[in-house]
């Protein structure tokens, strides 16, 4: 079982709709990191969360300690917002070294 | 604040051969670590280095090493080039390198092909 599973794979939404991503961890941390992948490799650096919510824009990031759980929102979906999410989590577990999550490709349809 | 450079951006190399990446952070960063990404996996961790040393390393086999100079810009070295190294190289620098507080900021990545 991986350390850090993101859920789902893949997903298709159109224009508008309210999106939420999900990233379940099995080790202790003490940070969640979201970030976005565009097509052509740039990782851009959404959020960084060791508890609570923070917010930025359309996109809301909320972190459950006790149930290790991270979900990661779009509100008001963009085409623009067509990329790949990844969630990561650091913390003393780890050596202080990211772990990775596999991805979400999240498309967009106008 | 420049963000994080990396060169070459594409690279195509023959099996065998060999390649150095380069990386440099962002002013004030001393962290800087570099991931390998292939289609259909996620990140890969390859080595963390901090003021010259390397802190961290991942599970890869020796012919892939690093270093890092004095003023944090660091290079990657794959020796005797492997099909399976055809990927995007990440380097991504942060000010300490703490996974647990650090936010970090990727480079543009490097394309390796591998023929």
């Known amino acids: 079982k991986n350390e850090v599973e993101q859920s789902p794979q893949n997903l298709t939404a159109q224009e508008g709709e309210f999106i939420t991503i999900n990233c379940s961890y099995s080790?202790?941390?003490?940070?969640l990191h979201w970030l976005q992948q565009h097509p052509g490799g740039g990782i851009v650096s959404l959020f960084m969360?060791?508890?609570?919510?923070k917010k930025h824009g359309r996109l809301i990031a909320t972190i459950n300690i006790q149930e290790k759980h991270s979900s990661l929102h779009i509100t008001a979906s963009h085409p623009r917002d067509s990329a790949v999410y990844i969630c990561?989590?650091?913390?003393?577990?780890?050596?202080?070294?990211?772990?990775w999550g596999a991805g979400t490709k999240l498309i967009i349809k106008p | 604040k420049a963000g994080v450079t990396q060169t070459p951006r594409y690279l195509i190399k023959t099996r065998g051969q060999q390649v150095t990446l380069s990386c440099s952070p962002i002013?004030?960063?001393?962290?800087v670590s570099w991931y390998q990404q292939t289609p259909g996996q996620g990140l890969q961790f390859l080595f963390e280095?901090?003021?010259?040393?390397?802190?961290n390393k991942g599970n890869f086999p020796g012919r892939f090493s690093g270093r890092q100079f004095s003023n944090s810009r660091s290079e990657m070295n794959v020796s005797t080039l492997e099909l399976g190294d055809s990927a995007l190289y990440l380097c991504?620098?942060?000010?300490?390198?703490?996974?647990?507080?650090?936010?970090?900021?990727f480079g543009p990545g490097t394309r390796l092909t591998v023929l």
């Open positions: 002013s004030g960063h001393r962290s």
């Open positions: 969360l060791s508890s609570g919510k």
């Open positions: 991504a620098s942060s000010l300490e390198g703490a996974g647990d507080t650090d936010t970090q900021y």
């Open positions: 990561a989590v650091g913390g003393w577990s780890s050596n202080y070294q990211l772990i």
């Open positions: 280095y901090f003021s010259e040393t390397q802190r």
């Open positions: 080790v202790g941390i003490s940070a």
